[in-house]
């Protein structure tokens, strides 16, 4: 091979280990977000469940005159 054809390889092996780096990093980014928007979706119902029935038996409850 000759230096330029040698060098358009080296570059071209460059740029797609470059963009496959990329894409991993996207790939984990996106896995970071879904999990975040679980973890966050399972605090909420968790929330609810203890408040919602808390606020109904303080309600029903409450001393009246």
């Given amino acids: 091979m000759t230096r330029e054809a040698t060098k358009k390889k080296r570059d071209k092996q460059r740029a797609l280990k470059k963009k496959h780096q990329h894409e991993t990093e996207e790939m984990a980014e996106q896995a970071a ?31 009246a005159k």
């Avoid at 968790?46 to 409450?62: D, E, K, Q, R």
């Fill in 33 to 63: 977000r879904k999990k975040r928007a679980h973890t966050e979706a399972t605090v909420a119902i968790v929330t609810l469940l203890i408040f919602v029935p808390f606020m109904v038996f303080g309600v029903a409850f409450w001393p």
